[in-house]
Every structure is written in structure tokens, then in C-alpha cells.
């Protein structure tokens, strides 16, 4: 099976093709290495990094925003999104903290700062 | 009246990148003025990541570019007016600003100018119909949602295909919203491909291109939107029109670089940049006023924008120091194919090489580029693709620009 992709590792968005051949997965068109890992787990398990906002209860209309340190299953998009909008944080809050423990095996951190 | 060396109008990218630059280049009293409460600028707003591949090397979100460039700025002691809001720059560089302290004049020998850009709004549009509340331009949704808490809507059409409606399509997605479609007035997108791919078919929300928004209707809120496919002139066929019920419109339709201070100050204005026409250091046609970031061109990706800031802010600080060279200039031209030239103006110095920056017109297969002069070909450059969403960059060689004496000419085959 053949399938076409486009790299989303960085904005230069390379053309790929991945030839799946029951399990190896053969890789062209990348501008980089990071496009033949990209298209391999692309066809094995996706994965995204997700990121979105958290309330900080403690200050007016302010939110704190996050992203998950790493990848994590292109399918628990949305169970994770679940879980980060029912969390809520106190500010002080500093760039990396960890504001959800084990989200889909990795964590959600903070991205921004909150005095 | 105070007086700065360097004075900076606007604490985003832009202004934190010159900021740095100019400081590191031997300028100590360099200032920034920044309306908002906190250095960071658009990128406060912009929570996705894919922010400093190029530049820093790493894969980040806009509040953790924008804090490294803060922290840089933090660390050097450069000192921020925040809440300041500039209203008036002359031409002999007197900038005039509102703060909680009042008015206040600074008399700076160089001025950059950083304020960023602004949205194309629905009135700018005409499209038909009635003023209910929902239409929001897509960066007012993405502060609302992002930066405030605020949920903007629960049915979304998308009125754009540029990467700010891309990144709010999946941003309203995660949040719950249905978005029924995007569409794009033109042919082809103008956002990058890794968005489409990552913002749209991640989510299966429908790209329809050649596509306008002709009618709204509602009248309290929102209650949907007329979609109709456009013909060659651009204009709604009626036969293709089809109603799509929403409670939200989102328009991401343009940014339109800030010129007011530009204009104030005199300096002349690129009509098809919407920014000030600029020399390859980033300086106006009024000596010591500078420009960078989005206010001189709507970049792509901020890691330009913090590379064209440090030219400016090198460029501000050897203009302080009265070392910059007095070379004579060429203008640039942009040819078949490409839509603009920036710089506007190169100097004809044999010390260094000079960049320029360019965007296609129409998106092209395997084109190869030549910056000619006169008979004289200066540079080539072959990309497999070109597309007017990104930005190209075309190295000069210093001793070929050294031998021009004519116009510098970009143009491109397609092969």
C-alpha cells in the first residue's frame, strides 16, 4: 500500500511518500530525517501534540496556556482536551510546571507565565 | 522632553528582537514602548506551537518564543514602557505616547518601528446581509478564547484559508465547536500545507476553495451564513449559492500592516507591502527611522520576523554611532511571477552579502529564480516548489551586487 503525506514537522512541509509493506514502512521525498519518522508513525500510530489553555481561578478572566510535552495518540485528542478543560491552576504558575500529571503517558506543562 | 538613543514602538517579536540587537551592538540606552501590559505581542495569543524551528532550533509555542526573548531582554536591563501607547511620530524622531504617567515626548536619535498588524475586518468585505453578534475576525476569537477564557461559538464557518483561520478551525475543534467549512475566496490557500494537513484533515472539516461567504443572515445572533462558489472575477455565482447554518463567522481574511506613525513621520509607504519602503538595513526614506516584523511585511513565521528585526536593530545602532556606510543604492524590482521585492533598495557595498526577500504571485511547480541587473545575472535559485503563502529568500553575493549598476531585477521560469 502507498500512501501520500505531508510533513508536519516544519513549516516546510515536504511531500511524502510511504510505501507500507506489511511491517516496514519504506520512506521518499523527505527534505530531512525527521520526515521519514514523521511518515513512519504517521502509517504505524500517529501522533500530535495538543495544546490549548487552563483557568487560572485565582485571576480574572485568565487563562494559562499549555501543551502536552510530548506527542501523544493522534486518537486521544480529544480525551485529552477533556481532561485539560476540567483542570483548573492557582497562578503563580511558571513556564513548564506541570499542571496534569499522565495525560495518555506524558504530562501537560504551562507555556506561559502567570505573576 | 527625554532623550534615548534607540527608541522601539513595539514590545512583540519585532521590538524585542531590534531591541536585543541593537543593545548587543553597543547601544546601552536603547527603550521599548509596548501598549499592552506585557512584552510578547501577538505571540501571547498564539498558543499552538511550530515557533523557532529555524531560529532557536526548537519546536516551541508563541508564549515560550516570545518569553525568550523577553528573559534576553530582561537580562540586558532594557528598559520597557508597557501600557504606552505611541500616537505621534515626527520626522525628526520625536515620538509622542500616552502612559499612566501621561503624555510623554522622547527625543530618539534612531526610531524602529514594530507595531505589527491588524486585522481586515467585515466592513472591509461587503458582504451582504445583517449585523448580528457571532462575527468575530479570527484573532479577536483566538485573544478571546486563548488569552481571556471566553467561549466564542458552537457552530463555526471559517471565512479564510490563511494559517490565523487554519489554527482557529482546530482551536474551535478542541474546544468543542463544530466547524461546518472553511472557505477561500481563491483558487488555492494561503496558509502552509503542514496546516491544512494538521488543522483541517486531523479534524475532517471541508476546504472549499473558489469559495466566498455571500449572504449572513440573523438577527440578534448569528443563525447562518450563504456560502456560493466565485467565478473568475471573483464575484458569487448565484446558482452555486447553498445556506449553512452557524452560530459563528470567523473572518481570516488579511493582515494589513499598522502604518499610522509611518504615515505621521512622513515615510513613504510600498503599496503592495502596505509597509514603509526600506534599504537592506531595514531604514525608511527618513534617515535613523527603522522598520521590521509585520509592519514592514506580513510574515509567515516569526522566526523571519526575528531575523529582518535584527538587521534593523544593527542597522539603528551603526546609524547612532555614525558608522553606517554612505554607499550608493539600487532598487529592486520584482519581475515576472513575483509579487514584491523586499528591501525596496540595496546598497552597492562590497563588504557584505545581501537577502532578498520575495513572494510569488500564483503558486508554481519547479521555478528558478534570477536577480539580474541590467544584462548582469547576480543570483539564481531553483525551489521544487513556490507558493505566495511563503516567503522565499534569495542570497546575493556581495562582489556580483558590487559590479550592478541598474535596477535589481527578480524574476522567475517556471522548469
Do not use: W
Not at chain 2, 63 to 90: C, F, H, N, W
Not at chain 2, 187 to 202: H, K, M
Amino acid at each position: 500500500m502507498t500512501k501520500n503525506l505531508i510533513c508536519i514537522i516544519c513549516p516546510r512541509g515536504c511531500a511524502l511518500t510511504a510505501e507500507i509493506n506489511g511491517d516496514e514502512v519504506k520512506v521518499s521525498g523527505q527534505g530531512c530525517i525527521r520526515g521519514e519518522k514523521y511518515a513512519i508513525d504517521e502509517c504505524v500510530s500517529p501522533v500530535r501534540t495538543v495544546t490549548s489553555v487552563i483557568r487560572v481561578s485565582n485571576r480574572e478572566d485568565t487563562m494559562v496556556s499549555c501543551k502536552t510535552e510530548a506527542p501523544i495518540p493522534k486518537a486521544k485528542i480529544f480525551e485529552a482536551m477533556d481532561i485539560i478543560r476540567k483542570t483548573t491552576v492557582k497562578a503563580p504558575v511558571a513556564i513548564g510546571d506541570v499542571l496534569c500529571d499522565n495525560v495518555f503517558g506524558t504530562k501537560v506543562i504551562a507555556t506561559k507565565e502567570i505573576k | 522632553m527625554t532623550e534615548h538613543d534607540i527608541v522601539i514602538i513595539g514590545g512583540g517579536p519585532a521590538g524585542m528582537a531590534a531591541a536585543v540587537a541593537a543593545f548587543d551592538a553597543g547601544i546601552k540606552d536603547t527603550v521599548i514602548l509596548d501598549r499592552e501590559d506585557t512584552l510578547g505581542g501577538i505571540l501571547r495569543q498564539c498558543i499552538h506551537n511550530g515557533f523557532g524551528l529555524h531560529k532557536l532550533g526548537r519546536e516551541l509555542t508563541g508564549p515560550e518564543y516570545a518569553a525568550v526573548y523577553a528573559k534576553q531582554v530582561e537580562e540586558r536591563g532594557i528598559k520597557v514602557y508597557t501600557e504606552t501607547m505611541v500616537t505621534d511620530l515626527s520626522a525628526d524622531k520625536i515620538v509622542t505616547a500616552s502612559s499612566r504617567e501621561g503624555i510623554l515626548k522622547i527625543k530618539a536619535k534612531a526610531v524602529i518601528l514594530a507595531m505589527g498588524c491588524r486585522e481586515r475586518s467585515r466592513g472591509a468585505l461587503n458582504i451582504c446581509g445583517t449585523r448580528p453578534a457571532g462575527i468575530f475576525s479570527a484573532g479577536t476569537a483566538q485573544k478571546l478564547i486563548n488569552c481571556e477564557g471566553y467561549g466564542v461559538g458552537k457552530r463555526v464557518v471559517i471565512l479564510g484559508s490563511g494559517d490565523i483561520g487554519l489554527i482557529m478551525a482546530r482551536r474551535m475543534s478542541l474546544e468543542g465547536a463544530k466547524v461546518e467549512a472553511v472557505c477561500e475566496i481563491m483558487p488555492y490557500s494561503g496558509g502552509l500545507t503542514r496546516n491544512i494537513v494538521q488543522c483541517l484533515e486531523d479534524f475532517g472539516i471541508p476546504l472549499y476553495l473558489s469559495t466566498t461567504v455571500a449572504e449572513i443572515h440573523g438577527n440578534r445572533r448569528l443563525e447562518g451564513v450563504t456560502i456560493a462558489e466565485v467565478g473568475a472575477d471573483r464575484r458569487p455565482i448565484e446558482e452555486t449559492k447553498r445556506y449553512i447554518p452557524c452560530d459563528t463567522l470567523l473572518l481570516s481574511v488579511g493582515l494589513i500592516p499598522e502604518n499610522e506613525l509611518t504615515r505621521s513621520a512622513g515615510i513613504p509607504i510600498d503599496p503592495v507591502t502596505n509597509g514603509a519602503v526600506v534599504d537592506e538595513n531595514r531604514q525608511t526614506a527618513v534617515p535613523g527611522i527603522f522598520a521590521c516584523g509585520n509592519v514592514l511585511q506580513v510574515h509567515d513565521l516569526v522566526d523571519y520576523v526575528s531575523d529582518e528585526a535584527e538587521i534593523a536593530g544593527h542597522g539603528a545602532a551603526e546609524f547612532v554611532k555614525g558608522t553606517m556606510s554612505g554607499a550608493k543604492t539600487l532598487d529592486t524590482k520584482a519581475g515576472f511571477g513575483v509579487r514584491y521585492v523586499l528591501p525596496q533598495k540595496v546598497s552597492v557595498d562590497p563588504a557584505k552579502d545581501t537577502s532578498l526577500f520575495l513572494r510569488v504571485s500564483n503558486p508554481y511547480g519547479k521555478v528558478r529564480f534570477t536577480v539580474s541587473s541590467g544584462d548582469e545575472v547576480l543570483a539564481t535559485a531553483v525551489r521544487l516548489k513556490a507558493v505566495p503563502g511563503e516567503m522565499e529568500k534569495i542570497n546575493i553575493p556581495a562582489d556580483k551586487l558590487a559590479a550592478a549598476t541598474d535596477t535589481v531585477t527578480v524574476s522567475l521560469e517556471e522548469l
